[in-house]
C-alpha cells in the first residue's frame, strides 16, 4: 500500500495542504501587521526578508504548484471519466509541477542571491 | 458530502484566483514594492477580488484541514467540535483579513 501512486499521490496532497496552510497563517499574520501600524508591517515584512525564508519561498511555490495541479488532475479522474489514466495523470502532474517549479524557482533564487 | 463539494468547488475558484494572484503581485520576483500595491489596493475592485479571494482559501483551507484530522479514527468523535473550531477561525479569520485588505 505504501508503496502505491495511490499512496504516494495522498501523501503529498496532504503535506503540501497542510504546509500550505501553516504558509496561508503566516501570510495573514505578516500582511495583518498593516493593523497595527506601518511600523510593525514593516518589521514583519523585514523578518521575512531575510535569505532563509527567500530560498524557503521555492518550497512554497513547489507546494502552491504541485497541489494546485494534483487537484486539477483529482477533477479530471472524477468529472471526466478517465479513472484508468491516474497513474499516467500522476506522473504527468510530477512532471508538469517539476518544470514549472524549475522556472518560477530560477528567478526566486537568482534574486535571493543577489541579496 | 457537503464539505467535499466545498472543497471542490473552492479548488476550482481558487485556480482561478491564485493565478491571477500569482501573475499581478508576485511575478517577476523583486517587483513588489510598497506603493505598486497601494496603487492596486486603491481600487475597489481588487479590493473586492481579494476579499473574494480570502473567503475562498479560508474555506478551502479550514474544510481540507477539517478533513485531515477526522481522517485519523481517533479523532472522529470530536467532528462536531472540530466544525465548531474552523467556523470559528474561519469568520475570526476572514475579519482580521478584510480589515487588512481594507487597511490599504
Known amino acids: 500500500m505504501y508503496r502505491s501512486t495511490g499512496f504516494l499521490s495522498f501523501l503529498l496532497r496532504r503535506v503540501t495542504g497542510v504546509a500550505l496552510v501553516l504558509y496561508l497563517l503566516l501570510h495573514i499574520w ?9 511600523d510593525t508591517f514593516n518589521s514583519r515584512m523585514e523578518f521575512l526578508g531575510k535569505p532563509f ?9 513547489a507546494a502552491v504548484v504541485y497541489h494546485g495541479i494534483d487537484g486539477i ?17 500522476l506522473y504527468a502532474a510530477l512532471a508538469v509541477s517539476a518544470i514549472l517549479v524549475i522556472a518560477g524557482g530560477l528567478p526566486i533564487l537568482l534574486f535571493a542571491l543577489e541579496g | 458530502m457537503r464539505i467535499f463539494l466545498m472543497q471542490r468547488l473552492t479548488a476550482i475558484a481558487l485556480l482561478v ?31 473586492g477580488i481579494d476579499i473574494a479571494f480570502l473567503f475562498v482559501v479560508l474555506v ?18 470530536y467532528k462536531r467540535a472540530l466544525a465548531g473550531i474552523a467556523v470559528v477561525a474561519g469568520v475570526a479569520l476572514f475579519i482580521y483579513g478584510t480589515q487588512t485588505i481594507l487597511a490599504f
Not at chain 1, 75 to 83: R, S
Not at chain 2, 60 to 77: K, N, P
Open chain 2, 60 to 77: 478551502h483551507a479550514l474544510t481540507g484541514s477539517y478533513m485531515v484530522i477526522t481522517d485519523v479514527e481517533r479523532f472522529d468523535v
Open chain 1, 73 to 89: 488532475r483529482l477533477l479530471m479522474v472524477h468529472y471526466l471519466n478517465v479513472t484508468e489514466y491516474r497513474k499516467s495523470l
Open chain 1, 30 to 38: 505578516v500582511i495583518g501587521g498593516i493593523n497595527s501600524g506601518a
Open chain 2, 17 to 47: 484566483f491564485l493565478t491571477l494572484h500569482m501573475v499581478v503581485v508576485h511575478y517577476p520576483p523583486g517587483h513588489i514594492d510598497v506603493s505598486r500595491v497601494l496603487d492596486r489596493l486603491h481600487d475597489p475592485l481588487w479590493k
Open chain 1, 53 to 61: 525564508f527567500r530560498v524557503l519561498e521555492i518550497g512554497l511555490l
